[in-house]
């Protein structure tokens, strides 16, 4: 006598489990999602397929994830359009199966295929999936969830830089501004962290190219009425203008009378954070020995009101107190130069 139904079932091989997963997302369609059952019944399907493809990338504690079946699996999600089908759901998905995806899009992502990031290379197929990813910090719900995923895509020279490009990038500084916090604040993780930061080379060629479109939209930023994103936005500006690889942007920028103006606002601001970060710039100005007119005549008409607020400003920070005092009395000192020179109108 058999007792195979005693049996477990089969454990679903990467294609047939990457087929379900497919056939459970596109049973999300218009009707499913009006009919309420129905609904509950596909997400359910949804949740039980990536709770398996969670499980086959990372192990269940007692097997040991298969790299062939990884591999397998990453191929998979690509054929069968999964990759695509994860982004234009992610709204309809619970908040476990988002949590799912997202550790799986990280693995999947990094899956390399004989000498191809196969999903890398699906999405620089499908450049609209960036855009929206991008567009999904609209929805406060999955905001969070899409940041991550969008993060991951950025780690990528090749999609980092079609976002940088891509008129989806001008939301950022949108949504950088949003009034839930948490959707603000990692729209400007990736913003800061990931677009400006983590491809030097890529970032001074965009600034290059759209110089004007990028730094015009950044002044919006610098002089919001939103303190953090004040405090974010100087701080982010100190740091990567003086990468190395945004040499010849700094240059330009210092050069820039109205973004001149903008620093000497920023350092009086009432935060002390503020004024420190807008220092580190303001100082660059200064020190500039090819220093616009306009520049030299606003050094000079406002030079006791500046050395007043320089003797003023100090980071508490010991050590580093000391360079930022050395730092002070130079940029003190010629302010005090410029401020004797001939000929400049007051």
Not at 298 to 316: F, M, P, Q, R, Y
């Amino acid at each position: 006598m058999s007792f195979s139904f005693f049996r477990p079932s089969r454990p679903k091989t990467p294609q047939e489990l990457v087929k379900a997963t497919k056939d459970s997302l596109a049973a999300l369609d218009t009707k499913t999602v009006v009919e309420v059952k129905a609904l509950e019944k596909a997400l359910e399907e949804v949740e039980k397929n990536f709770q398996t493809i969670r499980c086959m990338l990372s192990g269940d504690g007692e097997v040991e994830p298969n790299p062939e079946q990884i591999s397998q699996l990453a191929l998979e999600v690509c054929k069968e359009d999964v990759i695509a089908l994860i982004i234009l759901n992610l709204h309809i998905l619970g908040w476990e199966t988002r949590k799912d995806i997202v550790y799986c899009w990280s693995i999947l992502l990094k899956q390399k295929v004989g000498s191809t990031y196969c999903c890398i290379e699906y999405i620089e197929n499908h450049f609209d999936l960036l855009d929206s990813l991008v567009i999904c910090y609209d929805n406060k719900e999955i905001a969070v969830n899409s940041g991550n995923m969008l993060r991951e895509c950025i780690k990528f020279p090749t999609l980092a830089k079609y976002i940088l490009e891509s008129a989806s990038f001008e939301l950022f500084f949108k949504f950088v501004e949003l009034p839930n916090f948490d959707v603000a604040s990692d729209a400007f993780t990736t913003f800061k962290q990931d677009l400006l930061t983590k491809h030097g080379d890529i970032v001074a060629e965009y600034l290059d190219g759209h110089y004007n479109e990028f730094f015009t939209l950044y002044e919006k930023l610098l002089t919001s009425s939103n303190y953090v994103t004040r405090r974010q936005s100087v701080k982010l500006l100190s740091e990567f203008l003086l990468e190395p690889p945004n040499s010849h942007i700094m240059k330009r920028y210092i050069l820039e009378v109205r973004y001149f103006k903008v620093m000497m606002m920023l350092l009086k601001d009432t935060s002390k954070n503020i004024q420190i970060s807008a220092f580190h710039i303001f100082k660059v100005f200064v020190a500039n020995p090819n220093k616009p007119r306009e520049v030299k005549v606003i050094l000079a008409k406002n030079h006791e009101k500046l050395v007043s607020l320089l003797h003023d400003l100090s980071t508490g920070k010991g050590a580093d107190d000391e360079q930022f005092d050395e730092e002070k009395e130079l940029i003190i000192k010629e302010i005090d130069r410029v401020s004797r020179l001939p000929n400049l109108e007051h």
